[in-house]
């Protein structure tokens, strides 16, 4: 019905009266043609997922072969954050009204008030560098002093010069530090008492061999992948699909197989600096399974990924150059390797060279930092998706600490994990610590190098 309406309205001077029965003619073609297409690229697309899945059934020869083809914390780049639509007019003023209004109740006493009004303040206006100043002050008093100095942070992110977030900073700033310390010390402890355990222990040696299938299961689920963990066991032991299952799904489940043995094999035995090189070709096994073309090369292409524009195609080049200048200097080498770590993790996927499997390289970039320091590689759970993407969500913002609390947390939650595993070498663990371990929480590849 609406083929024609639309015909006539375009070209019915030209084609006269023909133009109904030209539409209907065309129209009855297109829907023809249209379902033909569709079964041919479905049945092509179907080919292409078997051509590449060679290793499933195949030896680990021909599995080889594919391979083989294959704290000053840093702000991020202010020409790169994330694009913000602006607030209106009218929300402007109504945040600026409950901005003047939570000043009044705070000075007349009535600090819950206050709160509730400066929320809805920056509700309506996030970038209300007044509004984050004041809330960051009222959490201060509170002695919230962590997420305190991560307001003043996002003032400052917005507003560089201004004098009270400046100062806010400045008294804080060295309180959050005391903390953040604190906590690596912790996270340092464990990690003696771990490697303070036998490399032939049997029981650490169980949990490590169970725990290389975890991290293939969350690593992919984290990206949207529905394979149970029972399945991807079923597909890495035995090099055979999963009848019924997404052959995609599969493939990129041996992408990180082959990739984390890789990791294991090659890099964490060489010596010098991590090049461009290494980081493609973790890359190259990553993605070469389920997109052969694209693995290990740099996009071509504009992307965005919701509010953040990474950098254009032309300039992957520079930043990945300048990436590894980064990993391999002074300055990067001095940090903790759970802040080190975490950094490199944060700046590869904020450049997010590839078209796909940006998030998994990452995370396996993060790990070989992890190991070659000497520390257990860590797994983030699918079940902490949300809490991961808000973390790099607020990275964008201009304030990467709380990611690099997160990837503490994490490490932590993994050692716990390994350490209760051998309850002989679990006695120094508070009891915080083991309430706090997940089974779900554990790694891969190897603690001792």
């Known amino acids: 019905m609406s083929s024609p ?3 006539r309205s375009t070209s019915g001077r030209l084609l006269g009266g023909w133009a109904p029965l030209l539409c209907v003619v065309l129209g009855s073609f297109v829907a023809f043609l249209v379902p033909l297409v569709g079964v041919n690229l479905r049945f092509y697309g179907a080919l292409r997922g078997i051509a590449q ?4 059934w195949g030896s680990s020869r021909q599995a080889a072969a594919v391979q083989s083809t294959s704290l000053t914390v840093p702000l991020t780049d202010l020409g790169l954050l994330p694009f913000k639509s602006k607030p209106s007019k009218e929300m402007e003023l109504e945040a600026k009204a409950a901005l003047q209004l ?5 000075k007349l006493g009535k600090r819950e008030k206050a709160h509730k009004l400066l929320l809805h303040a920056l509700s309506l206006n996030p970038d209300c560098v007044d509004a984050l100043t004041e809330l960051g002050t009222i959490l201060e008093e509170e002695k919230d002093v962590v997420q305190a100095d991560h307001l003043y942070t996002k003032a400052l992110a917005i507003s560089p010069c201004n004098e009270r977030a400046l100062v806010s900073r400045d008294r804080t700033l060295p309180l959050v530090e005391e903390i953040d310390q604190r906590y690596f010390s912790i996270i340092d402890s464990k990690v ?3 490697m303070s355990i036998p490399k032939g222990n049997s029981a650490l040696r169980r949990v490590m ?4 299938y975890h991290h293939i299961y969350h690593t992919v689920a984290i990206e949207g992948n529905t394979l149970t963990l029972s399945e991807i066991r079923h597909i890495i032991e035995t090099r055979y699909a999963v009848p019924g299952k997404s052959l995609q799904e599969q493939n990129e489940a041996i992408g990180v197989d082959a990739a984390m043995k890789f990791i294991n094999t090659t890099l964490l035995s060489q010596t010098g600096a991590i090049a461009i090189g290494d980081i493609l070709e973790i890359h190259r096994r990553v993605l070469g399974y389920v997109d052969p073309v694209e693995g290990g090369r740099l996009r071509t292409n504009q992307v965005f990924v919701g509010h ?3 950098p254009h195609p032309h300039d992957l080049q520079r930043h990945m150059e300048e990436l590894v200048q980064w990993l391999n200097s002074e300055e990067a080498l001095q940090l903790h390797p759970v802040e080190y770590a975490a950094l490199a993790h944060y700046k590869l996927v904020y450049v997010h060279p590839f078209v796909d499997g940006n998030g998994r390289t990452s995370r396996l970039l993060m790990n070989l930092v992890l190991m070659q320091a ?5 797994t983030i759970r699918k079940e902490q998706r949300a809490e991961y993407y808000a ?3 607020t990275a964008n913002e201009g304030d990467v600490r709380p990611f690099i609390r997160f990837i503490a947390k994490c490490t932590e939650m993994t050692l716990d994990t390994l350490l209760i595993s051998t309850t002989e070498h679990a006695v120094g663990l508070p009891a915080a610590s083991q309430d706090n371990s997940c089974p779900e929480c554990k790694q891969t590849i190897s603690i001792h190098n």
């Open 374 to 378: 000497h520390y257990p590689p860590i």
């Open 209 to 212: 061999e169970e725990i290389y």
């Open 391 to 393: 973390a790099l969500d």
């Open 102 to 106: 939570a000043v009044e109740m705070k």
């Open 308 to 310: 953040h524009i990474p």
């Open 5 to 7: 309406a639309l015909c």
């Open 192 to 194: 003696q008492q771990l």
């Open 53 to 56: 899945l060679p290793c499933l």
